[in-house]
């Protein structure tokens, strides 16, 4: 259209009440023929003049796709595009900018998220200040948009990928708390006010959404001698500093909802994941200590640790490291707090209580991180030290009765055993480890499940530490008499004559294959020679591990270890055989 024409245009829509489809159309062609040609600065003045305010505010919100596209592209300068986006979020109708925008965010380039949501946020943050009592609603809108694409962003594993923050996260989450620090300040000025309250309620959301993205995948405390400062502790910080300001007490969201069941009434009872995001928020009060300054120190330590344990069974039944290590760090800080010995047996029944020491189990068990498995590990001996003496003695029966797993039930008797000596080396009495009661408990634990079937190799953890627990208590029993004696000797028989069986027979089957395996060399070293090319191994079974892959050689020497073990059974049986027949002279 020739200048001329267009000025006439231009003339008609400025004393005009009524735009068309049609003028909509030219306008939108013009403005977007202006920015592809590079001709910016033209719409810049023509957006500027007062005369053709009225034009812009009816139509201008629909050159806002092609402006963003233009200020994202690397191969110009978006100065004046900038300009004009800045111009127009202060000009055009609120709701048609806000719904734009927010289309905007949705259809990110999935390569460009953080670039995108960068140069939006400001936008959108204008225009949502425009706005009255409709400003809680459409921050809503805004924020769930803009989380969506942050959370598609990968959290960087180091301290290396959060300094070269190569797909944005770190950029988008420090953009996001300057996006909301306006609203933040008027929900704390406005106390009483609606739209305030309203606020309050979008910012908690907020907030409870970025403690479970991406805060509760983030590793806060990889290392920790780096004196930089890190873009995601601080967002983790200003967070908890949000909550601080908006809610008026941490443990209300915190504790209310796992002691009574209920939601905290200002946060949606459909928001996402509110247990994930209140076990974050544990996490980073009781082990990374942010804000802990304003949290009251009125709770006793059970409390607390009664309050969490929720949040830990959850973080400790996922199979991310970050939230596993969460889960753990947790869980130490907490009966750190606790006094030696105080938890009672009451706990142990409650559902957390009975749930965290199995999943740390599986853990100790079951998963393929190895430190994970150590730290465990650690975490499980910390939690049995701080159950009082019946809290053992019942948790001690029940694990016996379901780990099913050799090691963990060398952990128990190994607990055992150290009861009883802190109970005969100090003052400290303690009769669910003395007497009748220590006696019951032995009863339940020193067996063979399996019976003569047992695989004593399978089970050489638990029979070992059976064995030195049998022989220690024999001869502390046989030095100062508590008057269990008796009931010691006839759980010591009973168990080592059937262990006796059960060697005997172990000992006399893996003897043979011993055997049959060194005469079975000779064979393959006369067909090696004679036929390189045919080999065969063979197939044993011992810990419940095929050998047949093996080498010949590796073969003979698992067999010699499991002979060896049962020599050293047996020599404890011996032992104790003796033990109960000098005691009985």
């Known amino acids: 259209m020739a200048v001329n024409q267009m000025d006439d245009v231009i003339q008609r829509w400025r004393t005009t009440e009524d735009f068309k489809p049609e003028d909509h159309e030219l306008f939108l062609n013009t403005g977007r023929t202006c920015i592809a040609q590079g001709d910016s600065s033209k719409l810049l003045d023509f957006i500027k003049e007062e005369a053709n305010q009225r034009i812009v505010r009816s139509m201008g919100s629909g050159l806002l796709p092609a402006l963003v596209n233009e200020v994202l592209r690397k191969d110009r300068s978006p100065a004046y595009c900038q300009v004009i986006l800045n111009e127009l979020v202060q000009i055009c109708s609120v709701q048609e900018l806000l719904d734009i925008l927010l289309e905007q965010v949705e259809e990110t380039d999935p390569n460009a998220i953080a670039d995108s949501v960068i140069?939006?946020?400001?936008?959108?943050?204008?225009?949502?200040?425009?706005?009255?009592?409709?400003?809680?609603?459409?921050?809503?809108?805004?924020?769930?948009?803009?989380?969506?694409?942050?959370?598609?962003?990968?959290?960087?594993?180091?301290?290396?990928?959060?300094?070269?923050?190569?797909?944005?996260?770190?950029?988008?989450?420090?953009?996001?708390?300057?996006?909301?620090?306006?609203?933040?300040?008027?929900?704390k000025n406005q106390d009483t006010n609606l739209v305030a309250t309203k606020l309050r309620a979008t910012l908690l959301t907020f907030c409870m959404n970025s403690l479970r993205e991406p805060l509760l995948q983030v590793q806060l405390d990889r290392e920790a001698n780096t004196t930089e400062i890190s873009p995601l502790r601080n967002f983790a910080t200003e967070i908890m500093a949000i909550?601080?300001?908006?809610?008026?007490?941490?443990?209300?969201?915190?504790?209310?909802?796992?002691?009574?069941?209920?939601?905290?009434?200002?946060?949606?009872?459909?928001?996402?994941?509110?247990?994930?995001?209140?076990?974050?928020?544990?996490?980073?009060?009781?082990?990374?200590?942010?804000?802990?300054?304003?949290?009251?120190?009125?709770?006793?330590?059970?409390?607390?640790?009664?309050?969490?344990?929720?949040?830990?069974?959850?973080?400790?039944?996922?199979?991310?490291?970050?939230?596993?290590?969460?889960?753990?760090?947790?869980?130490?800080k907490c009966l750190e707090r606790v006094t030696d010995c105080s938890l009672p047996v009451e706990l142990l029944e409650l559902k957390p209580f009975h749930e965290v020491p199995q999943n740390l189990i599986?853990?100790?068990?079951?998963?393929?991180?190895?430190?994970?498995?150590?730290?465990?590990?650690?975490?499980?001996?910390?939690?049995?030290?701080?159950?009082?003496?019946?809290a053992k003695h019942k948790f001690f029966r029940r694990i016996m009765k379901t780990s099913h797993h050799a090691g963990v039930?060398?952990?128990?008797?190994?607990?055992?055993?150290?009861?009883?000596?802190?109970?005969?080396?100090?003052?400290?009495?303690d009769g669910w480890f003395e007497g009748t009661w220590l006696i019951s408990l032995l009863r339940d634990t020193i067996t063979l499940p399996q019976g003569h079937e047992t695989d004593l190799l399978h089970g050489m953890d638990r029979i070992m530490e059976s064995l030195n627990l049998l022989r220690y208590l024999l001869i502390k029993e046989r030095e100062i008499s508590t008057g269990i004696w008796i009931d010691l000797c006839h759980i010591a028989e009973s168990y080592t004559k059937l262990l006796r069986v059960c060697l005997s027979m172990s000992k006399s089957y893996y003897g043979k294959e011993l055997k049959t395996l060194r005469e079975d060399k000779k064979i393959k070293a006369k067909e090696f020679k004679e036929a390189p090319g045919k080999r065969s191994v063979q197939s044993l079974i011992v810990k419940t591990e095929t050998l047949g892959s093996m080498p010949l050689e590796a073969q003979d020497k698992v067999l010699q270890c499991a002979l060896i073990t049962y020599d050293l059974m047996e020599s404890l049986v011996v032992r104790i055989e003796d033990i109960i027949e000098e005691g009985q002279k």
């Not at 803009?146 to 290396?160: A, D, E, F, M, T």
């Not at 996260?169 to 300040?185: G, K």
């Not at 599986?362 to 159950?387: A, Y």
Request: glycine residues 2%; charged residues 20%; aromatic residues 8%.
């Open 119 to 187: 140069v939006l946020m400001p936008l959108i943050q204008s225009v949502l200040l425009r706005m009255r009592e409709s400003k809680a609603p459409g921050l809503a809108l805004a924020l769930d948009s803009l989380q969506k694409q942050i959370s598609r962003l990968p959290v960087p594993y180091s301290h290396k990928q959060e300094q070269e923050d190569v797909y944005g996260l770190c950029r988008c989450c420090t953009a996001v708390l300057t996006f909301v620090q306006p609203f933040v300040q008027e929900a």
């Open 409 to 429: 039930e060398s952990i128990i008797i190994k607990n055992i055993k150290n009861q009883v000596e802190l109970c005969r080396k100090s003052a400290y009495q």
């Open 362 to 390: 599986k853990i100790m068990i079951d998963c393929p991180i190895q430190h994970l498995r150590g730290r465990s590990l650690v975490v499980f001996q910390l939690f049995i030290e701080k159950l009082n003496g019946e």
């Open 243 to 332: 909550l601080a300001v908006i809610q008026e007490s941490l443990p209300k969201i915190l504790f209310y909802q796992p002691l009574r069941g209920k939601e905290d009434t200002i946060l949606e009872k459909d928001a996402c994941h509110p247990n994930e995001s209140r076990a974050c928020m544990a996490y980073l009060l009781f082990v990374q200590l942010i804000a802990i300054e304003v949290f009251p120190a009125v709770f006793s330590p059970v409390f607390v640790l009664q309050c969490n344990m929720e949040y830990i069974n959850l973080l400790l039944s996922r199979k991310d490291e970050s939230w596993i290590l969460k889960g753990l760090d947790l869980y130490v």
